[in-house]
């Protein structure tokens, strides 16, 4: 298949495979941002969200959405590849570490946006395209790979009888042993859908609590649950960490040797896109969880490094 690149500024993109119309959107309000990010500078993306009061502007542009990445010490010079990378939300905290960037993503308007934000990078490369596609032709050396906030869509895109053992093993074939690969995923069991917020995905009460009764192509875990899947593809070495509250926004990222303290955990009504019912106190409970042993399986969200067995 013959490439066919274009470039935004210094950002290269690489449409080879992309099927011609975007599979994945949220509508007008990308071509929206799309002009924002035309007419802003980084800088002003705070200004800009305060003003259009839209949570599609400040997902897609707040800047502590990086702050699941901007903690993390990658190898100096690192080959990333990013799975599912959107508008670019954490493009930026990866390619200013790291050596190259090869990102991924199904939709063309939300590259566009990512090149845009991004264009004075000279290290960022994104293939459109459903990963199954662009994979056949992505190299085998990643240093690392990220999936942030894309495991949990595995079920709708990769299919199979094990969905997330397939994704999870395609991913780590493009990564070198020794390599990482770095996932961000809610919690189903996270302390905040008994308290009341919404599931993230389907927008309803208590339906990954429930098993998703009514939900098709989406699935999040269980800390056990994502255990046993990285675990049957073969993957012993792997670290849980805990982003507070959740990996979206996150404030603070805790790990079984730094845990959170009695009192600290105090900022939990932060849900922004819908409204949400308040059960219970959040932080008292968490304080009992605490106290318990138990807030590895109660945090709101996951951020686990999963390295890849040496040859």
């Given at each position: 298949m013959e490439a066919n690149m274009e470039q935004i500024g210094?950002?290269?993109?690489?449409?080879?495979?992309?099927p011609g119309e975007d599979l994945y959107s949220d509508g007008a309000v990308e071509d929206h941002i799309l002009n924002l990010v035309k007419r802003c500078g980084q800088a002003d993306y705070p200004q800009v969200i305060a003003r259009e009061k839209d949570w599609a502007v400040m997902y897609h542009l707040a800047h502590e959405r990086?702050?699941?990445?901007?903690?993390?010490?990658?190898?100096p010079g690192a080959k990333v590849l990013e799975v599912g990378s959107g508008c670019g939300a954490v493009t930026g905290a990866?390619?200013?570490?790291?050596?190259?960037?090869?990102?991924?993503?199904?939709?063309?308007?939300?590259?566009m946006i990512n090149a845009e934000r991004h264009k004075g990078s000279d290290n960022i490369t994104i293939c459109l395209g459903n990963f199954?596609?662009?994979?056949?032709?992505?190299?085998?050396?990643f240093d690392y790979a990220t999936l942030i906030g894309v495991f949990e869509y595995g079920r709708g895109y990769i299919g199979g009888d094990k969905p997330y053992h397939g994704f999870l093993t395609a991913v780590m074939r493009h990564i070198r042993p020794g390599g990482r690969l770095l996932l961000a995923i809610e919690n189903k069991f996270g302390l905040k859908y008994w308290?009341?917020?919404?599931?993230?995905?389907?927008?309803?009460?208590?339906?990954?609590?429930?098993?998703?009764?009514?939900?098709?192509?989406?699935?999040?875990f269980t800390k056990p649950e994502l255990e046993k899947i990285i675990e049957e593809c073969g993957y012993s070495d792997?670290?849980?960490?805990?982003?507070?509250?959740?990996?979206?926004?996150?404030?603070?990222?805790?790990?079984?040797?730094?845990?959170?303290?009695?009192?600290?955990?105090?900022?939990?009504?932060?849900?922004?896109?819908?409204?949400?019912?308040?059960?219970?106190?959040?932080?008292?409970?968490?304080?009992?969880?605490?106290?318990?042993?138990?807030?590895?399986?109660?945090?709101?969200?996951?951020?686990?490094?999963?390295?890849?067995?040496?040859?």
């Amino acid at each position: 298949m013959e490439a066919n690149m274009e470039q935004i500024g210094n950002v290269i993109l690489d449409d080879t495979y992309y099927p011609g119309e975007d599979l994945y959107s949220d509508g007008a309000v990308e071509d929206h941002i799309l002009n924002l990010v035309k007419r802003c500078g980084q800088a002003d993306y705070p200004q800009v969200i305060a003003r259009e009061k839209d949570w599609a502007v400040m997902y897609h542009l707040a800047h502590e959405r990086e702050n699941i990445l901007s903690w993390y010490s990658f190898t100096p010079g690192a080959k990333v590849l990013e799975v599912g990378s959107g508008c670019g939300a954490v493009t930026g905290a990866v390619s200013s570490q790291a050596g190259s960037v090869t990102c991924i993503d199904l939709s063309k308007k939300r590259s566009m946006i990512n090149a845009e934000r991004h264009k004075g990078s000279d290290n960022i490369t994104i293939c459109l395209g459903n990963f199954q596609d662009v994979e056949k032709s992505l190299d085998s050396d990643f240093d690392y790979a990220t999936l942030i906030g894309v495991f949990e869509y595995g079920r709708g895109y990769i299919g199979g009888d094990k969905p997330y053992h397939g994704f999870l093993t395609a991913v780590m074939r493009h990564i070198r042993p020794g390599g990482r690969l770095l996932l961000a995923i809610e919690n189903k069991f996270g302390l905040k859908y008994w308290a009341g917020c919404r599931e993230d995905h389907v927008g309803t009460y208590f339906e990954g609590l429930e098993g998703y009764p009514h939900t098709e192509g989406v699935r999040t875990f269980t800390k056990p649950e994502l255990e046993k899947i990285i675990e049957e593809c073969g993957y012993s070495d792997y670290k849980f960490y805990y982003p507070y509250p959740d990996y979206k926004f996150p404030v603070a990222v805790y790990s079984d040797e730094c845990l959170p303290r009695a009192g600290e955990l105090n900022h939990n009504i932060c849900n922004f896109d819908r409204d949400r019912l308040v059960l219970m106190d959040e932080g008292k409970v968490y304080d009992q969880i605490l106290k318990a042993g138990l807030f590895p399986l109660y945090a709101n969200s996951f951020f686990v490094e999963i390295t890849k067995n040496s040859a």
